[in-house]
C-alpha cells in the first residue's frame, strides 16, 4: 500500500481527543448527612477507580473513526494488474494477420493463446477480438458472448498484408476516445521488425490502454524468397522477352537453390543459382515461350524453410502482335518517318509497326485501324481525313502531331484547334537556338526523357494552349510539348519537327526514350500493369474510360464487383494473391498478378529492449517477451478511497448507537 497525500496522515494525532475526553469524566458522589464521624476509621481512599476509562468499546469507534478519516484524505492505493481494476474494462485481443504469421505454424499458435486468454477472462469482462495487418480489422464489438468472440478468433486465417504495429496504436488511440473505461490490448503476434513505424513515437497508446504482448516467435527464422521478378507485361517476339528474377536469403547460410520458371503450370525453364549467406542472387531467363492471349506466369524456387508461401512470385504476360501506327507525312519529307522508325525499333521491345504514308495516300485510311496517328508537320490536310481524326480522337482515340513550318502557314493546328501565333525561327537570330527550359517529368512521355540536355531546337511554332496541358516549354517560355484532351481520347502536340531540320533531338539518344513512352502512352499500353502487391489499389477506369463498364474477376474466379460498382467503382483493394481478370465491356482485358509484400519475407523479431520501452517499461526486461505464455502485466494503481470512506461510514453509525445507548444508562445511574 502507498498513499497519494500523505501529509494528511497528521491528522492521526487527533485521536488524542477521545482519550483526553474519557478522562474528564469525573467520579461524583451525593453527599449524605451524617451526625458526626466519630465512630468512622480514618483511611485513604482510592482514586483508582475514579481515574479508570468508561465505555471502551465507544471509545475504540471514536478513534478509528479520526484514524479512518485520516487515512481516507491521504487517498492510499494499492497495485494491480490492469486486467483486475475493474469489472466493466475493455479486452481487446488482436491477432497479428500479416503474411509472415504463416511460417512456423505461428497463426495457429497465436489463435491459442488468445482463446486460453479469453476462456480466463472474468464472465463479466466485456471483450473484443481484431485482425492486423496493412489495417486494424474488427471482427468483433465488444461483447460478453464467449461463443461469438470464439468464432471470430478462428475466422482469421492470414494475409498477403504487412502489419503495421503504428496503424495498431492509431487505431487504439481512436478506440480510447469513444470507450471511456480502461482498456486492456493483448497482441499475439511474431514481433516483426518491419511492421515498426519510421518513428517511435507512432507506437504511443492513450492514457487509458495498457499494452501486453504474447509472442509466437523467439528468434528470426532462416527464410528464402523470390523478392522481385522483372517481366515484360507485353511480348510480340517471344524469343527476345527476358525474366529477371532476384532470389533474397534473411539470416540464411549460403546456399544453391533451383529457381524454376513456370508458365501456366507448366515449367518452361530451371536454373540453379548461389545465394551468399543472408544475401541476394539473380536468375535470368532469356526467352519467354507463351500462347497468345493472357499466361499465368511465375518464379517458384524449391522450398527449405518455414514459410513456403513467398517461395514463388506471380506474373501476367500478354502476347499480342505487334499494334500498327501511322505516321502522314508530306511527299517531300522522308526524314520524319526515318527518325521515327529508327526510334521505334530501338525499342526494348518490338512493340508497334510503323506505316508511313504521304497525305495524299491517306485520305481512305481508317484511323480506328491503329493504336495512334501520327502528324508529321502537314502543308494541307483533306477535309475528310481530317473530320475522320477528329471522330476518331473523340472516340478514344489519340494523335500525335509534329509541328513544323508547313505547320506554321495554317491559321490553326488541325484537330488540335488552337490558333498559330507566329513561327520562331531561331536560327536567324542571334541566339540560333534555343534548349528546353522547363520540362514537366510526371508526364508520361517525359518520366524516363526529361533530361534534353544539349538538345538544339533551330525553330519552333508558336501556339496558344488554350485548355491544353503544358509539359515542356523553350527557354523563351514558348510551349514545346503540350497534351490536349478531346473527347475520350487525346492530342499531342509537339510544336517542332520529328525531322532534323528544325532541330537535332532525333540525334540524340533521349529521342528513343521519349518517342518509346509517348507510343506507349498515346496507345494505352503505358498504363500496362505489373504485379502489384496486396493491400494496393487498382484503378479500373481512367479518364477516357469513364462511361466503359469494367468487370473484375478474382483469384477463386468469382466476380468482385457488383453491377453497380462494376459502372462506377474508380478503383478496387487488391487484398488477395493471385490473378485478377479486368473485362471491360469495349472487349478490351487485363490480367494483374498479386504477391504478398514481400517486407514480410524479413522474420527478424524487435529486440526486447523496444518491446519494453513499448510496453512502457523502460529498459527493465520484460518477462512478457521472455515466452509464448502470457506474461504479468505492467502494475497500475488502484485507489481504495470509497472502500476506507464506506468503513467511515459504518463507524459513525455504530458509534452514533453505542453513544446513545451509554448515554441512557447514564441518566438512569445518576437517577438512581
Known amino acids: 500500500m502507498a498513499f497519494l497525500a500523505p501529509w494528511f496522515l497528521a491528522g492521526l494525532a487527533a485521536v488524542g481527543l477521545p482519550i483526553y475526553l474519557h478522562l474528564l469524566r469525573q467520579h461524583k458522589s451525593t453527599p449524605l448527612p451524617f451526625s458526626s464521624l466519630m465512630f468512622f476509621e480514618r483511611r485513604t481512599q482510592s482514586s483508582i477507580k475514579h481515574r479508570r476509562l468508561r465505555y471502551l468499546l465507544l ?8 484514524i479512518l478519516l485520516a487515512l481516507a484524505f491521504a487517498n492510499p492505493f494499492i497495485n494491480r494488474p490492469p486486467e483486475s481494476l475493474r469489472s466493466d474494462q475493455l479486452m481487446v485481443l488482436v491477432l497479428d494477420e500479416s503474411f509472415s504469421m504463416h511460417a512456423a505454424g505461428w497463426l495457429a499458435e497465436a489463435r491459442t493463446q488468445a482463446a486460453s486468454l479469453l476462456a480466463s477472462r472474468p464472465p463479466t469482462r466485456r471483450a473484443q477480438v481484431m485482425a492486423l495487418g496493412g489495417q486494424l480489422r474488427v471482427l468483433t464489438q465488444p461483447t460478453l458472448d464467449p461463443g461469438e468472440l470464439r468464432a471470430a478468433l478462428e475466422s482469421v486465417k492470414g494475409s498477403g498484408s504487412r502489419a503495421s504495429y503504428g496503424e495498431l496504436a492509431r487505431a487504439i488511440r481512436s478506440l480510447a476516445q469513444t470507450v471511456k473505461t480502461p482498456i486492456q ?31 509466437v516467435s523467439q528468434k528470426a527464422e532462416p527464410n528464402w524468397t523470390v523478392e522481385t521478378v522483372s517481366a515484360p507485361g507485353l511480348v510480340w517476339e517471344p524469343k527476345r522477352a527476358r525474366v529477371l528474377a532476384t532470389i533474397a536469403g534473411y539470416s540464411t547460410p549460403a546456399a544453391d537453390r533451383t529457381v524454376s520458371l513456370v508458365i501456366n503450370g507448366k515449367v518452361a525453364a530451371s536454373k540453379s543459382v548461389s545465394i551468399p549467406a543472408a544475401g541476394r542472387a539473380t ?82 485510311l481508317q484511323p480506328s485501324r491503329y493504336a495512334f496517328v501520327v502528324l508529321a508537320d502537314l502543308l494541307s490536310i483533306p477535309a475528310p481525313l481530317e473530320d475522320e481524326l477528329r471522330k476518331y480522337v473523340r472516340n478514344g482515340g489519340s494523335l500525335w502531331i509534329a509541328a513544323g513550318p508547313a505547320t506554321a502557314r495554317r491559321p490553326r493546328v488541325p484537330v488540335f484547334d488552337e490558333p498559330v501565333k507566329e513561327a520562331r525561327y531561331y536560327s536567324r537570330g542571334g541566339q540560333r537556338f534555343l534548349s528546353v527550359g522547363d520540362a514537366d517529368a510526371t508526364h508520361p512521355s517525359l518520366r524516363r526523357a526529361s533530361r534534353w540536355e544539349g538538345v538544339k531546337f533551330y525553330y519552333a511554332v508558336a501556339v ?45 539518344p533521349v529521342f528513343v526514350p521519349f518517342v518509346e513512352q509517348t507510343a506507349r502512352y498515346l496507345s494505352g499500353i503505358e498504363q500496362r500493369r505489373g504485379p502489384r502487391t496486396v493491400d494496393s489499389f487498382l484503378e479500373l477506369r481512367s479518364a477516357r474510360e469513364q462511361a466503359v463498364g469494367v468487370e473484375v474477376i478474382g483469384p477463386g474466379g468469382n466476380r468482385a464487383l457488383s453491377l453497380n460498382e ?84 459504518a463507524a459513525v453509525l455504530a458509534e452514533s448507537f453505542l453513544a446513545s445507548r451509554y448515554l441512557a444508562v447514564g441518566t438512569e445511574e445518576g437517577a438512581g
Not at 471509545?59 to 479520526?66: E, G, S, V, Y
Open 464 to 508: 496558344e494552349p488554350g485548355s491544353a496541358r503544358v509539359a515542356a516549354r523553350l527557354t523563351d517560355e514558348t510551349p514545346l510539348l503540350l497534351d490536349k484532351k478531346l473527347g475520350e481520347g487525346r492530342v499531342l502536340l509537339l510544336t517542332s519537327g520529328l525531322d532534323n531540320l528544325t532541330n537535332d533531338f532525333p540525334l540524340h
Open 566 to 649: 462494376a459502372a462506377s467503382q474508380q478503383s478496387f483493394a487488391l487484398n488477395r494473391e493471385g490473378f485478377y481478370e479486368l473485362r471491360r465491356a469495349d472487349g478490351r482485358h487485363e490480367m494483374v498478378a498479386v504477391n504478398a509484400d514481400r517486407r514480410e519475407s524479413d522474420l527478424g523479431i524487435i529486440p526486447q529492449e523496444t518491446l519494453a520501452l513499448w510496453m512502457g517499461q523502460g529498459e527493465q526486461p520484460s518477462s512478457a517477451t521472455a515466452g509464448p505464455a502470457a506474461a504479468p502485466a505492467q502494475q497500475v494503481p488502484f485507489s481504495i478511497w470509497w472502500y476506507v470512506m464506506l468503513v467511515v461510514a
Open 59 to 66: 471509545l475504540a469507534l471514536r478513534l478509528a473513526l479520526l
Open 283 to 364: 536468375a535470368e531467363f532469356q526467352g519467354l515461350e507463351v500462347p497468345y492471349g493472357f499466361a499465368r506466369c511465375e518464379i517458384r524456387i524449391d522450398s527449405a524453410d518455414s514459410l513456403r508461401e513467398d517461395d514463388r512470385a506471380l506474373f501476367a504476360v500478354e502476347r499480342s502482335d505487334p499494334r500498327r501506327v501511322l505516321l502522314v507525312h508530306e511527299p517531300r519529307d522522308s526524314r520524319s518517318a526515318l527518325y521515327f522508325r529508327a526510334a521505334l525499333a530501338a525499342a526494348a521491345e518490338s512493340s508497334f509497326q510503323l506505316e508511313p504514308v504521304s497525305v495524299d495516300q491517306a485520305a481512305n
Open 185 to 215: 490490448v493483448h497482441l499475439f503476434s511474431d514481433m516483426q521488425k518491419t511492421a515498426l513505424p519510421a518513428a517511435f513515437s507512432e507506437l504511443q497508446f492513450p492514457e487509458n490502454a495498457t499494452l501486453s504482448l504474447h509472442p
